[in-house]
């Protein structure tokens, strides 16, 4: 006999699924996600020495976006964009785009 609903086999797995997610905070698909408890995490500070262009680019990065589509956004030219995420990968002491990306969202930036 069968423990499952319309036939196709997933729904006792749903279920459990989202009991044992909402039971770790997290939430159903198009739901706000759980926010954990606590103070929030401090501003980095080495993002105090970065000018509001280099904030701009920083936060385009944190998007996903490449050098070509940063520099369409911000009105650059496409070399000046990659001029741009060099310095920051320099300021931040970031050894690459996905730790910019990291650094973005954890600001806020992104």
Known sequence: MSRTRGGCGLWPFRRDGLR?????GGAPLGHEPARRA???PAPDPRLDRLTTREREVLARVGL???NQ???AALFL???TAR??????LGKLQARDRTQL????HRAGLA
Request: zero cysteines; charged letters at 15%.
């Open 69 to 71: 589509e940063i520099a």
């Open 77 to 79: 030219s496409p070399a």
């Open 20 to 24: 044992l997610s909402t039971r770790l």
């Open 64 to 66: 996903g976006e490449s």
């Open 38 to 40: 606590g103070p929030a």
């Open 101 to 104: 990306a990291v650094l973005a």
């Open 83 to 88: 001029t741009y995420v060099g310095r920051l």
